[in-house]
């Protein structure tokens, strides 16, 4: 199968190819209505441009683009805040492409001037990182595991985090324990909630399907979901493992209203070591799992990639830091 060229994007648009190069490299001179029906003709096509060309034409951007689907909350802004750093100190800026769930950021990737780019989305299709794993731009994942040519991983070690809260509860003498899950096809939800319930098997323990609640990341999730689970008579669990901190809040919070005490009644862990962890009653035991160092992880590893690195995958561990709201079970 031959290559697609920007000829093929150009008939198949029905425009000039001058216009399509206008369109890919996000020229002003283009009507947003014409850019955008260039890039679903290339989208259809399955084009991928010719970064290193465009190069020759035109001097590096010095730009790095972060492409996430929320920049909502403190998680996201110190990450943006560690990378941004970064690359002012190789004397490049970044900049932030939030791109909806729902749509894929290939075609904003493939019109934005950017040097390389860091990406955080969950959401992405197999056919979507099989055309980044071609492209020519280096590209870092933070939300799933890959590595070849232009390509990295800077991820956190998320099954052993749940391993490690898991092992934590268990030490404690909890059994019955509870997990209130992430979001959906995310990585770190995924891998969390694998290592949680792996450490419980190999104590020959299993976590109950009732006991897995939604908290989506999302503190009134998280509330939603333990207000409704206490509010049909269910079963308290020894002790619940959040997927992040701000569930573990509103997990908190729901418990509370009920008159259940945390930890007398409930032991409670999160995992990020969110900002508020340290300012609620009682303060939250969490794992930190160290985001600003992920941000500049992946900014570092965008720079080595950018010399024409093979990729590779960099796992960041965790730690857990203990606070007053767990507490050993008495019998």
């Known amino acids: 199968m031959s290559k697609i060229t920007i000829k093929d994007v150009a008939r198949e648009a029905g425009v000039s190819i001058a216009t399509v190069s ?3 490299n996000g020229s002003d001179v283009v009507q947003p209505k014409t850019r955008e029906h260039v890039l679903e003709a290339a989208k259809r096509l399955n084009y991928i441009p010719n970064v290193n060309g465009r190069q020759l034409r035109a001097a590096q951007t010095h730009n790095i683009g972060l492409f996430v689907t929320s920049m909502t909350g403190s998680y996201y802004g110190n990450m943006a805040d560690s990378i941004h750093y970064l690359c002012q100190k190789y004397g490049y800026e970044l900049q932030i492409f939030i791109v909806d769930e729902d749509k894929s950021p290939l075609p904003r990737l493939q019109s934005q001037s950017v040097d390389g780019a860091i990406i955080m989305f969950g959401g992405l299709s197999g056919a ?47 059994r019955n324990l509870m997990h209130i899950f992430g979001v ?10 694998a290592g949680f319930e792996t450490a419980m098997r190999e104590a020959g323990l299993a ?15 998280a509330y939603r979901s333990m ?16 997927a992040n901190d ?4 509103g997990c908190m919070e729901a418990l509370k209203e009920f008159g259940v005490r945390v930890p ?12 508020l962890a340290g ?6 035991t969490t794992i930190r799992t160290h985001m600003e160092v992920l941000g500049v992880e992946a900014a570092k590893e965008v720079f080595r990639l950018m010399a024409q690195k093979e990729g590779k995958i960099i796992r960041i561990p965790g730690d857990i830091v203990v606070r007053h709201s767990c507490r050993i079970r008495e019998s």
Do not use: W
């Not at 939300?143 to 030490?171: C, K, P, T, W």
């Not at 976590?207 to 999730?221: D, Q, T």
């Open 128 to 174: 979507d990182k099989k055309q980044l794993m071609k492209s020519a731009i280096p590209i870092v994942f933070m939300d799933q595991e890959a590595a070849g040519r232009n390509i990295s991983s800077v991820i956190y070690e998320s099954f052993e985090h749940g391993r490690m809260a898991a092992e934590y509860l268990m030490g404690l003498g909890h």
């Open 227 to 242: 207000h409704r689970f206490l509010q049909e008579g269910r079963q308290l669990p020894d002790a619940v493992f959040a």
């Open 184 to 193: 959906p096809n995310n990585y770190d939800s995924i891998q969390r909630l």
């Open 246 to 249: 701000l569930s573990a809040l």
């Open 22 to 24: 206008n369109a890919l």
């Open 207 to 221: 976590l109950k399907k009732e006991n897995i609640l939604s908290g989506r990341f999302e503190r009134a999730a």
């Open 279 to 284: 300012y609620v009653t009682p303060d939250l």
């Open 264 to 275: 007398e009644d409930v032991s409670v862990i999160g995992c990020d070591d969110h900002e």
